[in-house]
DNA sequence: CCAATTTGCTTGCATCTTGCAAGTAAAAAC
DNA sequence: GTTTTTACTTGCAAGATGCAAGCAAATTGG
């Protein structure tokens, strides 16, 4: 459920909405994170870019309350885990075209999301 | 030609790099307008966002500066217009994918980068 | 079972980025 | 040739980010 929108939005333009959720230089990095099976927080801060810690709670928060990630508790565990949620999975073309103009037009750039598998 | 990164970059990750260039509020919607055709500078102004003249000079500068975007003067005028380079048309499944999400799961969304045609 | 380590955060603070409102000189329109 | 528009720049307040600590609960290791 996507709450009622926290952030006033700007139009309602779909672009530009989703740049209101997703537009800054973490949250779909957490995402990648996300996809590429990475569930506890510990793991999120050791990708390459080094995240601050709370830069990645607040992300994780945010994704939350938007419906694309879920926290879950494994069965006889306190210590919570991430997953997408279906909203989360469907950012994937997205993370792959973005991913693939990088790869294209940076130099330097080294794929890492898996082609086709995880 | 992408000159030297200017940002220093957080890892060789192609999306984080995009990132780097493309990841905040503004950018990728000065992309869309350029997409939509607009090419000088009031018209980015005009669009419902409401961007501000500075960061509509700083981005507008930044896309340049990555090769994205180009600065011309038409025959006979003064005034400067914009288009998009082959780089930047490249980000164009990008741009539709994010607001393909946008308008599936953010209600009250309405599409306007037009399906086919421009 | 108990000590040591790890995890999942929060807090504080300096710094960078945004947003808003004016201001301005050159260009274009009338 | 006077009015309007255009394409910016500047200044400042407010918000976001980055970094380093700090900390209690959870987990690990012996």
């Given at each position: 459920m996507p709450s009622p929108p926290t952030t006033p939005r700007r139009s309602c333009c779909p672009l530009a909405c989703s740049l209101d959720i997703l537009g800054d230089r973490w949250t779909?990095?957490?995402l990648r994170d996300l996809f590429r099976g990475v569930d506890r927080y510990s793991g999120f801060t050791r990708s390459p870019e080094g995240i601050a810690t709370n830069i990645l709670a607040q992300?994780?928060?945010a994704l939350i309350e938007h419906g694309i990630a879920e926290r879950f508790v494994p069965e006889g565990k306190k210590h919570p885990r991430y997953r997408l949620t279906q909203r989360g999975r469907d950012l994937e073309p997205t993370l792959r075209a973005l991913a693939a103009w990088g790869?294209?037009?940076i130099p330097g750039t080294e794929a890492r999301?898996?082609?086709?598998d995880g």
């Open positions: 779909l990095l957490v992300r994780l928060d790869l294209q037009h999301l898996a082609p086709k």
